[in-house]
């Protein structure tokens, strides 16, 4: 008797093995046909290299894996397997990759470092905008992500958005004749449009963004989320690269001009 394969042709196909392995969340399905082996034999045997950040090490470096010895038996119910990379700095740092291949699905079901470890040296960066606690909101919301909760990620998103606009209006409400009542009474969109001198300017021409991290949280699936949050991460890390080049640019005006009136100081006692 042959065995009925569950229905999933609404599932995504596979992933690149690097991208399985890098960025894909924990618990995501892919479908897989055993007979026609459609790239899960190329991610069983990966061999290839991986580039990322070691957290042992402090810094990127390239994984290379470790030549693993494959089961013969059926792929088809419950076999599980890992994929073992070391480090090219220092043989004793490991990354792992655990997957289950269960009736033609396959997810990823464990891995170290984690999703969040890996993501945690770029996202250091923007502690200068953000701040202690907004930077930790973003820390979370990647790493519920990568545990499967779209709808908390999500949520830290929103925050993280919302923050933006408050610290965008606490230096619009000290323009001149900056108008608080229309302010309050505005949607989110408008008061994007109100605070225009005061964004980036990929935020307010994508406003929108707002509308799609609000309808995730009220409405969209946890799935829905988990599809949706790589775009709308990258988004609100585009919003948050103009507002690090701001502060950086701000940063070195200062120190110049600082430099500058100490030079035209020493020079004046020169001249005196």
Known sequence: MSKEKPMTSELPRFPPAKDFCLTVPLYEQFQYDDEKQNGFFSLEQFE???????????????????????????????????????????????????????????QKIGQIPSLADLA???????????????????????????????????????????SLIGDAHSVASTDAGWDEDAYSRARMDERIGLLKDHLPDFLVQNRSLYGILSVGVHTLSEAEC????????????????????????????????????ALKASGGRAEA
């Open 226 to 261: 988990l599809n949706a949050f790589p775009a709308v991460r990258l988004a609100i890390e585009l919003i948050l690269d103009d507002l690090l080049e701001q502060h950086e640019r701000q940063a070195k005006l200062k120190s110049a001009a600082e430099s500058i009136a």
């Open 120 to 162: 945690l040296p770029d996202l250091r960066k923007y502690r200068k905008v953000l701040g202690p606690e907004r930077s930790k909101e973003l820390t979370r919301a990647i790493g519920l992500a990568t545990h499967g909760v779209g709808v908390g990620a999500f949520v830290y998103l929103r925050r993280i958005f919302e």
């Open 48 to 106: 290839g290299t991986l580039d990322f950040h070691c957290p042992e090490c402090g810094q990127h470096s390239v994984f290379t894996a470790r030549k693993n010895n494959y089961s013969t038996n059926s792929h088809y119910t419950n076999y599980i397997f890992s994929l073992l990379f070391r480090c090219s700095r220092n043989n004793s740092h490991q990354a792992l990759f655990a997957f289950r291949a269960h009736k033609g699905i396959l």
